[in-house]
T-cell receptor, first 116, second 119 residues
Framework: AQKVTQAQTEISVVEKEDVTLDCVYETRDTTYYLFWYKQPPSGELVFLIR??????QNEISGRYSWNFQKSTSSFNFTITASQVVDSAVYFCALSARYNQGGKLIFGQGTELSVKP | GAVVSQHPSRVICKSGTSVKIECRSLDFQATTMFWYRQFPKKSLMLMATSNEGSKATYEQGVEKDKFLINHASLTLSTLTVTSAHPEDSSFYIC???????????????FGPGTRLTVL
């Protein structure tokens, strides 16, 4: 069975603070993909990153960075110097056999509120 | 980038009526489309997987007679909520996967969602 757990339901920070969103996953598959999506109040999902299980390199994209650790089955997301525009719900997702039509399993989401 | 549209973006209907939601891939062909449902403050729950030209595969607990899915072409899938009731009120999101071997192959792109309110 596959499962994604985002233990933090809500996080509130003040602008310019760094914040880390946790994601822990479970799967028996050796090949899988992990994702992060942002859902602003408008509701539309915004793709942030896709990572396959064979690539444990951390990634940085501007103020965003991701830490993938297979040993702890975690794929955490850090926003550096947060801004008000970062306020949204963030979802971590998992897909096994993604390239063969594997479906996405979403975590519960973390609602991030960045206050000025 | 690949664009997926949904129509309508928002719909309000009376209890007992049926509502059709369209999901279109605008600039690529999609063999597979997924339909998700999201309650307020909740996660996305996969309802069904729709493959062009064949019957949809529903997730456990989803009533196939209640939520009719048709994927008649490589660019269009529809979800019909039949005899809608207030508990069907939700945010419905579709996603589309490109055809293997072609542009947008194996990528999944999400539509903007449809907010359904049943009175």
């Amino acid at each position: 069975a596959q499962k994604v757990t985002q233990a933090q339901t809500e996080i509130s920070v003040v602008e310019k603070e760094d914040v880390t969103l946790d994601c822990v996953y479970e799967t028996r598959d050796t090949t899988y993909y992990l994702f992060w999506y942002k859902q602003p109040p408008s509701g539309e999902l915004v793709f942030l990153i896709r990572r396959n299980s064979f690539d444990e390199q951390n990634e940085i994209s501007g103020r965003y960075s991701w830490n993938f650790q297979k040993s702890t089955s975690s794929f955490n997301f850090t926003i550096t110097a947060s801004q008000v525009v970062d306020s949204a719900v963030y979802f971590c997702a998992l897909s096994a056999r993604y390239n063969q039509g594997g479906k996405l399993i979403f975590g519960q989401g973390t609602e991030l509120s960045v206050k000025p | 980038g690949a664009v997926v549209s949904q129509h309508p973006s928002r719909v309000i209907c009376k209890s007992g009526t049926s509502v059709k939601i369209e999901c279109r891939s605008l600039d690529f062909q999609a063999t597979t489309m997924f339909w998700y449902r999201q309650f307020p403050k909740k996660s996305l729950m996969l309802m069904a997987t729709s493959n062009e030209g064949s019957k949809a595969t529903y997730e456990q607990g989803v009533e196939k007679d209640k939520f009719l899915i048709n994927h008649a072409s490589l660019t269009l899938s529809t979800l019909t909520v039949t005899s809608a009731h207030p508990e069907d009120s939700s945010f419905y999101i579709c996603s589309a996967r490109g055809v293997s071997g072609r542009a947008r192959a194996d990528e999944q792109f999400f539509g903007p969602g449809t907010r359904l309110t049943v009175l």
